[in-house]
């Protein structure tokens, strides 16, 4: 039988069927009262989109709306197993999946940094430490959501006379409409790429808010180093869509303001490739960090 890895990040849900590497897309996680339910659906979607049909032996999920009650996530483990016939299902959060993909060591520091934004440091004894990834209200520093909110305010306030002048103004999106929309965080995380080209053509409102989210995603980083063992040096690797593309632009003021021993590297995979090493490998140092559910 087959195992599939699923990454369900805000944007989008991925899913890779193993062995044969077939892929499929569903919606990302929506916010309300709902989530859940939708996103069985947008694991549906994908399934079908892949070609999913038969039983399958093991699904390994990382999911942005991972139920915070143990009970709700053993549940929704089992709606899973459910619905794709699995035998096995092994849920966790999308950082668990993140770290996995980009460190094969297990050791080290991962920032997954797309709409939102958490880094999680695992030690060489499997002990780990989650910094951030509260949401786009209360947390998510330097993400692109809290960019793309940054460069919104920027407008209306250019807009109002109330601030400087900036290239974001000559957006044709009103920012006030986004309040109605079922897909705000998105939307306004989708404001970040328009942010981060304005501060490369040399926009000094976009460039200060630039190095404004470096500041806080370096803090992060930092504070998640920091909990690790010992003194020597601690690989940090970046992950997620706010990256790709920014290059130099936004990992250089974000390294110039890292305590030296966080050493930034390029992840070895992504979290779709965590997903599959924890669907087709043991749970290893992220044992204590993932909701099994078994059919009988």
Known sequence: ?????????????????????????????????DNLQQMLSAIRTAADAAGVQDDVEVVALGLTGFPAAREVAES??????????????RLTQDMVTAHAGALPDGYGV???????????AVDRDGSW????GHGYLFGDSGSAFAIGRAGLVAVQRARDGRGPATKLAETTLDPVLLYKSPTLVDDVARFAPKVLRCAAEGDTVAAELVVRAAGD???TIGTAAGTLA????VPVAYVGGLFDGADEQL???????????????????????????LATNSPGPYADLIITHRRL
């Open 1 to 33: 039988m087959s195992r599939i890895a699923i990454d369900g990040g805000q944007s989008a849900l991925r899913l890779r069927v193993v062995p044969g590497g077939r892929v499929g897309q569903g919606p990302g996680h929506i916010h309300g009262p």
């Open 76 to 89: 929704f483990a089992k709606d899973v197993a459910e619905l794709l016939r699995a035998d096995e299902v």
């Open 110 to 120: 991962v920032v997954a940094a797309g709409t939102g934004l958490v880094c999680l």
């Open 129 to 132: 430490h989650k910094v951030d």
């Open 217 to 219: 995603i370096a803090e």
């Open 230 to 233: 010992g003194e020597g040096p």
């Open 251 to 277: 990992l250089a003021p974000v390294r110039a303001a890292l305590p030296p021993r966080a050493q930034l590297i390029k992840a070895a995979g992504t979290s779709l490739d965590g997903a599959e090493r």
